[in-house]
């Protein structure tokens, strides 16, 4: 089982590598789903390329987000220059930028991100049939789960083990977007998730922000044990020493080696274990959602009752009885109550005096561990990974001196070459050379990137081999071998392929389809004359809720929905499947079951004339009460329950059948009077979803789609998105 670690800059790379992981992922600068990481530029990739495979290291690179046309067809040129030096692998949350990378480089690897939300085995052998080699699984899955998936699937599977949860599925949060422009789908989130909430117009929590997550040894062995290919990290925007420590961690887990996890003394916003073992609200920290550390204890006055050790040169910080920092200091001077002497350290139990606390803390939080933070840069100067070679030495009177070197790179080609010396071997007039000595002087790899795991010497009796001869025959060999190395992957990529434009066809009349949420709406709208009413289907199908998926309806959420229907024409792609190319269109040809296909809300009306005509109809959520997020857990327990932000935004809770929650935005996408532009658009159908409007209400959005007018609220369809 590999480890893949995050690199949001050089140093997070080369923490990650120093400690052992074999699989990096990282972006582009202005891709991405951590476009505000520093990332790296072009230039950089490519020394990250080299650095990474001369230790024995893959490198992944992250577009994970949605994509426009112009954006995909943009990205050849740099994408070209990273595939012909060897790049890895691509992790892609975008099914139209999946089938362009397959058409224009049918040998790079296909990684689908979380943000695809394939959470069931079904999905993900789909995805393996159009190109796809390996697949992120989303967090919210249990270990039954993910079991179930490596039982029915040969794809390489990738599961997060650490860092940061988003509460809302990834891929089907759309909070942020439709509030600002923001999106995460795009790699531009605000998170929302991380705000203090007021509930019911009462009191205030961090009620959608969850723990970070922190699996053990006992989560890691039991991963290990069903096959599971690859653990990821989370934490492309933490610090360097936070990368090392706990690609340390899992490392040393990973190889049955006693060890003990640092990283929450780095970076703490409270710990779980997920969704590994249940599904639980024990996830959630509606205290604070930010980074405060580890309590070091409670404050009285000037004086804390110590829980932890600390030393000189620690960072606290001051927190208010409502988690709220209010300051901090370094510690620079350690006063004991009732103990005068100059001190280094300071115990658990023991009392410490502080001089300028903040008024009103509570709490003492370290935020900056002396102790830990020296050690881990200790360690990184020591370790570094190196790549494994063979070595053979052939020494015989009168002929060259022969040194060979075998290895593979990370793509299983097979790497030799020999060195041989300029002068021929003489006999030993005095002491003869042994075996031991060349393999003493061979071994000596110093600073170089590799190791030597084995050789195999043959020397003739009573030879004489000077020990710079063997210096100078190795480093000639190791200078040949990096350079043959590096050779080994690079590649000529093919003549691009992209779509030819074909304009959009106007359209004369529009169709009007209806989603609604209770037996009640589909009642009124069929008393109205209306017909094509349908009832709202889940996001998310996941392993395990596989059988409560509904298979008859004609509006598919997911693509378990699409793959598994009993009907064999006439299904409709819901908005969320996040249809934003024509690639995606293109690809989607492939199920003739498909008729029609909802744009992605993220969209402009000016993104959506670049679409062009397609052979699957197009349609457009044209009202909604929008669904901002779909969160695995039931929050509210089945209560009505309204969070207003900061901005006196409302979002109202509901939770579904399954006992998810879904979070809605309190005022209304409208732009029913916007049909004749949404014919120009080449758009077929218009679509009206009902949440938890009353009738009257209803009454009110018939009356603005048959006159053309009343409220109009566009939301991105007017500003887009970053």
Known sequence: MKIVAPAGNKERLYAAIKAGAEEIYMGLQGFGARRAAENFTVEEFIEALDYAHLRESRIFLTLNTLMFKEEIEFLYCNLK??????????????????????????????????????????????????????????????????????????????????????????GNCYLSSFLGGRSGNRGMCAQPCRKNYQINQENKSYFLSP?????????????????????????????????FTTVQYYRNLIDDIATKE?????????????????????????????????????????????????????????????????????????????????????????????????RGSKYLYRSYSKEIQDSIEVEKKQQ???????????????????????????????????????????????????????????????????????????????????????????????????????????????????????????????????????????????EKGYSNIFYRSYDIASEGELEKQNLDTLVAANFYQILKNRNT??????????????????????????????????????????????????????????????IELDLIKGKNTILQNQENDNFHLKTNALGHTEVYLEEALNILSKQNLIKELGISVIVIEFTYETLQEIDLVLQELREKKGRYKAYNYERGVY
């Open 211 to 243: 723990k970070d997550q922190f699996l053990g040894e006992e989560e890691i062995q039991k991963l290990k044990a069903i096959g599971i290919d690859s653990i990821k990290l989370e934490g492309r925007m933490k610090e360097p020493n936070y990368v």
């Open 569 to 630: 024409s006439g299904i409709i792609g819901n908005w969320n499947l996040n249809i934003s190319n024509p690639y995606t269109f293109e690809l989607l040809e492939r199920l003739p079951q498909l008729d029609l296909l909802m744009l992605s809300p993220e969209m402009s009306f000016e993104k959506m004339k670049n679409i062009g005509a397609t052979k699957q109809k197009k349609a457009i959520l044209a009202y909604s009460k929008l669904r901002g997020m779909y």
């Open 262 to 358: 640092r990283s929450s003394s780095l970076f703490n916003r409270g710990y779980s274990k997920g969704y590994f073992y249940e599904k639980t609200s024990e996830i959630m920290n509606p205290l604070f959602s930010s980074n405060l550390g580890e309590r070091i204890g409670i404050i009285q006055g000037k004086e804390i009752r110590l829980e932890k050790d600390v030393i000189l040169g620690d960072g606290f910080s001051y927190v208010s009885s409502s988690f709220e920092k209010l300051g901090g200091c370094y510690l620079n001077q350690i006063i004991i109550k009732g103990n005068k002497e100059k001190r280094k350290k300071a115990f658990k139990g023991e009392i410490l005096i502080l001089k300028d606390v903040s």
């Open 81 to 170: 220059k990273l595939y012909e030096h060897g790049l890895d692998a691509v992790i892609v949350q975008d099914l139209g930028l999946a089938n362009y990378l397959h058409q224009n480089f049918p040998d790079l690897e296909l990684h689908g991100s979380t943000q695809l939300s394939v959470a069931n085995h079904v999905e993900i052998n789909f995805l393996q049939s159009i190109g796809f080699t390996r697949v992120v699984l989303p967090r919210e899955l249990t270990f039954e789960e993910i079991k179930s998936i490596r039982e029915h699937t040969t794809i390489e599977l990738e599961v997060f083990v650490s860092g940061a949860l988003c509460i809302c599925y990834s």
């Open 384 to 526: 570094d990974k190196r790549k494994e070679i063979l070595a053979s030495f052939i020494g015989n009177i009168g002929e060259k001196a022969k040194l060979s070197i075998h290895t593979k790179n990370e793509w299983g080609k097979e790497i030799t070459l020999s060195v041989f010396s300029e002068e021929n071997l003489q006999n030993a007039n005095k002491k003869a050379t042994t075996k031991e000595e060349v393999f003493q002087k061979i071994s000596e790899l110093g600073n170089t990137s590799f190791y030597l795991k084995n050789i195999e010497i043959e020397l003739e009796e009573n030879i004489f081999i000077p020990a710079s001869l063997l210096k100078s025959l190795k480093r000639f060999a190791i200078e040949k071998l990096e350079k043959k190395l590096l050779e080994s992957y690079l590649r000529i990529a093919p003549k691009e392929w992209k779509l030819s434009s074909i304009p959009n066809e106007k359209i004369d009349d529009l169709d009007f389809f209806f989603i609604v949420r209770t037996e009640k709406q589909k009642q009124y709208l069929e």
